[in-house]
């Protein structure tokens, strides 16, 4: 076992919790993350080997779908695959091993950095964020947007919880972002 | 003081009484009151100078086509110039001042200019100040510009916070008006997703300023049921204080809403002003109408204003301009507003009509057939000269005179993806053309239907339309239907000094000297005139110019045509469009993952893109950053440094044709690089310009990663997700970025080996023969992270590139900072690493200036001829081959301390120096510790062939000239022998 002590995308030991009129925003860094494409031919395979590991069907555009391990749709054929980081970081292997030669898979652990907030009015802060029709965000909803000019990936799981990914070196201006919004709307 | 002009009834809170300055003096108002409003309430007339004549000014309207009431709002560094005093909505505190004045606003020293009119007519300047040419930048702008103004800036940061957002919507209902409000409780009954946006802080529109009832209740009662309706539907949502800015592409509508600006301190964090940007399929414009006036002799008085201003002053804020008011109208719309304003008691001079068949009425004079031909007041209106029919005059004791000369329709947001509206020759105005962004429709007054009743029915049909509905439409209130019919009355005859714009100070007699100067289009028309330029963009002027123009050429006022209507439809603070990027937050930043730790340690920082890089590290005693930079670079090749260089792009390249991708993207082959080996690679553009360079290492048969310059990693990888996916689609190659997902060091120095033996875990052979110069692997460190190491050198030395979880980076950063310390390690930041880039003779962002070929860099043979590349055919064109193209060389000064400079040209030893005895320039200069002199590198004619000749190194600007050697760009160990050692 390695000895080295991880930092949080924020540059702190412990992850980051905001609070504003209900809602918090919360540094997340306990996820791991691999990206898989299916290879040429092989799309079917692969949504069938990613189909086992999550315990779900592989989300279709525009969705997310699955249990401890989870995927989100990335892109044509292929997903962003998230798991508990303590007990997965070497997720990537574990996806690899899924789905052998069909895919190829590169870690993204910490290629991200996630945010999420839970609260009642999160439509009212993610209308000042991103562009997407929060109208049509749903549970099981998968979206790629911009966000303060950030590439980001905003995820619905619940009607009072998103999840936003956006990359990890941009951290501290992504949560600049979400952390103005949430005083500017609540 | 007290509300001598406040009369009974309106929309104003009388319970409350609110304190505000303006010009320094305290008067009161109430809640629901403008700055406008409450000013007349107090018998204020006098607002403002006129922007080139100085001319005592004051109200024209009661809305956002306001010409003349502009203030500055707020103090300090919240001053806000030109703000309309009719669209702001009081708050107890208020301060404002009136503008363009000195010493102040009733003793204006600059009114002298009005007795100079016949100097200062339209476009004077460009006549009177030719000559003598230099006086013009000097003397002649800055001496008008201070003569000819508006409000003065605070030349301080705006304070407050603005904010942008995202809006969709089934239906965007732009205005609330009795149009709007239908509209909306149509679609909102029916289900649909509805945003109603107003620019009033009181929806209702033109019912606000009314006195006729609709239904059984009064239009005010009306309007609060309506709003209380659809306030309670969760589908419908309303945007009072928003103003729709413009129609733009595929259904995004701009619209600006003021949180803030009602407040008289903003909470914390809350904005000021929102920017949305509201999507929608389906828009529906109800923006009404604007009432337009007659010019006449001396007709911008204060106190001359449009009729339906002083309507919506008596019947919603229970103002009056004065107790004495003349009407002077060619329509039946003057009438309605002498008619309310007698039932508030407000005496009625006369009603002035041009129409010999004007209506009758007992309770005050109507002189039909009569015009205004003069006015007289200094500061404010206090008598109208009238002609009356029969060719005799009178004249009219009067306070305030309201002029109504007809309504226009607001046809602005149809013409703003280059529409152009249509002559009604029944309303002689223009209304909506056939050619509206894809999308919208037009209901009421703004689509030329002029009566209450017709604007409820087209407002429900309309949003019944866009949306498809089916089904019985709401019943509609019982309102005014009738006729309209407007005969144009654009100007009296004979009148000399009529402003047309009041705004821009523009007269008839400008417009037809427009006329005689040739400037006849109506695109010239308005530059040359300024004509319905400024803060106003003319809503109330642009008619009446358009109508002068088409009797001096004797055209039609539809061929004559509008200038173009363009987007913000009011003006919108530059503080709402940046939003929230501002200051450092004016782009997003990237941090690398020794970020934390480099700022404890004082590193100075550079942005690179978007990235924060430390560029050196100061120690305690270096007050120079030559003086770190040396040292960095003293220690890095005495023994060993490390420098962050995550921010290098970094592409995961896997596939089954993963090589032979690498080996067309890149001009030199890579099907047959060994796994577990790196390459040096450089990239082509399609014109066979070098667009990058980088390393691509192997780490299995069908797995790749890819480096890039930190500058161009995205548009590399741009470049390559193109040609995967548009020029080899039958390849099987998969691609993803990785740069911030490893945090990757470079360690570099001969001590670099010894370093990281005691990081790497020990069942891993660093040695020469096990680990050689570009070998590259996965292995562990610091007791099994898994890591990958790359044997790679920018530097010259013996180095390395070591990679960690992101997450890992700042505490590898302090172990190989901890374990080197019997090495005497350093961290070395940009410079240290471009001055050893230079010492090595290294190409990079400088040299890769988007114009130099591979030959050019001295690379030439690394242009495979083996294979097809993209950019391999065209690096060979006849102009780049040529025996004399540039070629990269290292520059010395001949004394040492001779300071190199990039950007410097070169120039042989004797001869003429310009352009055409160019012989090349300087791309990089640094100082080298290492060899005590400055240096640099550079691009000169056949450079290669000219080692050891000696050149000028010039910079005319400057006024440089430095002796300098051409030598070998390699300036340190130029065999590589350290890099393998």
């Known amino acids: 076992m390695h000895d080295l002590v991880a930092i949080t995308a924020l540059g702190g030991t412990d992850p980051r919790v905001d609070t504003v009129g209900g809602v918090t925003c919360s540094e ?64 990537a292997d574990q996806v690899q091993t899924a789905t052998g030669n069909s895919a190829s898979v590169t870690e993204q652990t910490d290629g991200w950095t996630r945010f999420d907030l839970n609260g009642d009015s999160i439509p009212a802060v993610l209308e000042l964020l991103c562009q997407l029709d929060l109208r049509k965000m749903d549970p099981g909803s998968a979206a790629r947007c911009s966000i303060h000019h950030i590439g980001c990936f905003v995820l619905c799981r619940a009607p009072d919880s998103f999840s936003i990914y956006g990359p990890r070196s941009s951290a501290g201006s992504l949560h600049h972002a979400i952390v103005t919004a949430m005083r500017s709307a609540l | 003081m007290t509300q001598t002009n406040r009369l009974n009834g309106g929309q104003i809170d009388r319970n409350t009484s609110f ?46 086509e306001e010409p003349n009431g502009m203030v500055e709002l707020r103090t300090g560094a919240l001053k806000e110039p030109n703000t309309r005093a009719t669209t702001i909505e009081m708050f107890d505190g208020l301060e404002a001042k009136s503008q363009n004045r000195w010493p102040s606003l009733k003793f204006d020293a600059l009114a002298v200019n009005d007795m100079f009119s016949n100097f200062l007519s339209a476009g004077f300047y460009y006549k009177t100040f030719m000559w003598p040419a230099a006086f013009w930048e000097k003397l002649y702008e800055p001496m008008i510009r201070r003569a000819a103004g508006l409000g003065s800036l605070s030349q301080e940061a705006d304070p407050d916070e603005y904010d942008k957002g995202f809006r969709h919507c089934d239906l965007l209902i732009i205005g609330a008006g009795p149009a709007g409000l239908m509209a909306a409780l149509t679609a909102g009954r029916a289900g649909a997703d509805v945003i109603l946006a107003d620019e009033d802080f009181t929806l209702g529109g033109r019912l606000n300023s009314e006195a006729f009832a609709l239904g059984d209740q009064s239009a005010q009662d009306w309007v609060a049921q309506a709003v209380a309706e659809l306030s309670s539907l969760p ?65 911008d008085r204060p106190g001359i204003m449009m009729a339906s201003a002083l309507r919506t002053y008596a019947n919603r804020f229970a103002a009056t301009a004065s107790q004495r008011v003349a009407i002077f109208t060619n329509n039946d719309d003057g009438h309605r507003t002498a008619a309310d304003l007698h039932a508030k008691g407000v005496t009625i001079t006369a009603v002035v009509d041009v129409r010999e068949d004007a209506p009758t009425c007992y309770d005050y004079e109507v002189l039909k057939g009569a015009q205004v031909i003069d006015t007289k007041g200094r500061h404010g209106l206090t008598f109208v000269e009238v002609a009356l029919t029969d060719g005799s005059t009178r004249t009219l004791e009067c306070g305030a005179l309201g002029v109504s000369g007809g309504w226009n329709p607001n046809v602005h947001m149809t013409c703003h993806q280059r529409g152009r509206p249509v002559w009604n020759d029944a309303l002689a105005a223009f209304v909506p053309g056939e050619n509206l ?50 005969t144009p009355f654009w100007y009296v005859e004979g009148c000399k000094r009529a402003w047309v714009d009041q705004q821009n100070d523009v007269t008839v007699k400008d417009v037809k000297l427009s006329y005689q100067e040739g400037f006849r289009s109506v695109e010239h028309l308005k530059r040359y005139t300024t004509l319905g330029m ?49 200051g450092q937050e004016f782009h997003p930043t990237r941090l690398t993952p020794s970020h934390y730790w480099a700022k404890e340690r004082g590193a100075v920082f550079v942005e690179v893109g978007n990235w924060l890089r430390a560029q050196w590290f100061p120690l305690p005693g270096e007050t120079h950053w030559r003086q770190s930079v040396d040292r960095e670079v003293r220690q890095t090749r005495a023994s060993v440094g490390v420098c962050d260089c995550t921010t290098l792009g970094k592409i995961d390249v896997q596939g089954t044709d993963a090589a032979e991708f690498l080996n067309r993207i890149y001009a030199n082959g890579f099907a047959k690089l060994a796994v577990g080996k790196t ?13 990058d360079d980088g390393t691509a290492a192997r780490l299995a048969e069908d797995h790749f990663v890819v480096t890039t310059t930190t500058a161009n990693a995205v548009s590399v990888y741009r470049h390559m997700e193109f040609a995967r996916q548009c020029l080899y ?82 505490a590898l950063m302090q172990r190989l900072m901890a374990e080197g310390e019997e090495f005497d390690v350093t961290p070395y930041g940009t410079e240290a690493l471009g001055v050893m880039r230079v010492e090595k003779g290294h190409a990079a962002g400088s040299e890769l200036n988007g114009t130099t070929t591979a030959l050019n860099l001295g690379l030439g043979k690394m242009v495979s001829k083996k294979k097809d590349s993209i950019g391999s055919v065209l690096s060979e064109r006849e102009a780049l081959v040529e025996p004399d193209v540039l070629r990269l060389v290292g520059i010395k000064p001949l004394q040492p301390e001779d300071k190199v400079t990039a950007g410097g040209h070169l120039m042989n030893p004797d001869g003429p120096i310009d352009a055409a005895h160019d012989q090349g320039y300087v791309t990089s200069a640094v100082y080298s510790p290492i060899l005590n002199s400055n240096i640099g590198l550079g691009l000169v004619k056949n450079g290669a062939e000219r080692l050891g000749e000696k050149m000028r190194l010039v910079s005319p600007l400057t006024d440089l000239t430095v002796e300098v050697e051409l030598v070998s760009a390699h300036f340190v160990d130029p065999e590589g022998e350290r890099l393998r050692a």
């Open chain 1, 28 to 91: 997340v860094p306990g996820v791991a993350l691999a990206s898989v494409a299916a290879r040429m031919g092989q799309k079917d395979k692969t949504a069938a080997s990613l189909a086992k590991l999550i315990d779900a069907p592989a989300p279709e555009i525009g969705r997310w779908a699955g249990t401890t391990i989870s995927a989100y749709w990335a892109g044509p054929d292929q997903w962003m695959v998230e798991a508990p980081f303590d007990t997965h970081e070497e997720l």
């Open chain 2, 235 to 299: 589908n419908v949502r309303l945007m009072p204080r928003t103003t729709v800015i413009g129609a733009f592409d595929h259904g995004v509508y701009g619209a600006v809403e003021r949180t803030g600006d009602h407040l008289a301190t903003l909470p914390a964090g809350k904005p000021r002003q929102i920017l949305w940007r509201i999507y929608t399929d389906k828009a529906l414009l109800c923006a009404g109408a604007t009432e337009r006036p007659i010019a006449f002799e001396n007709n």
């Open chain 2, 437 to 486: 962004p894809v999308g919208l429709s037009v209901a009421g007054a703004a689509n030329g239907v002029m009566s209450t009743h017709g604007a409820l029915q087209s407002g429900a049909e309309s949003a019944a339309n866009a949306l498809e509905l089916t089904g019985v439409l709401p019943d509609l209130p019982e309102a005014e239907d009738a006729p309209v019919s407007q």
């Open chain 2, 679 to 691: 390459r040096y690679g450089l990239m082509l553009r399609e014109d066979g310009m070098v667009m």
């Open chain 2, 534 to 582: 400024a803060t106003d963009q003319g809503k109330t002027s642009n008619i009446t110019g358009l109508a002068i123009m088409a009797e001096v050429t004797g055209k039609s006022i539809p061929e004559v045509g509008t200038t173009i209507f363009r987007p913000p439809y009011t003006p919108v603070p530059i503080g709402t469009f940046a939003g929230r990027m501002k």
């Open chain 2, 729 to 810: 689609p039958d390849m099987d190659v998969q691609l993803i970025s990785t740069t911030e997902a490893w945090a990757q060091y470079a360690v570099a120095g001969p001590n670099s080996r010894k370093l990281l033996q005691k990081i790497v875990d020990p069942e891993f052979d660093l040695s020469n023969d096990a680990f050689p110069f570009m070998a590259c692997g996965n292995v562990t460190v610091c007791g099994g992270l898994r890591a990958r190491l790359f044997r790679i050198s920018f530097s010259g030395e013996l180095a390395y590139e070591i990679a960690v979880p992101s997450r890992y980076g700042d």
């Open chain 2, 19 to 64: 304190s505000f300055k303006f010009d320094g003096r305290s008067y009161s108002a109430h809640p629901g009151d403008t700055l406008a409003s409450a000013l007349l309430a107090n018998d204020v007339r006098l607002i403002g100078r006129s922007f080139k004549y100085h001319r005592p000014r004051g109200l024209l309207t009661a809305g956002s």
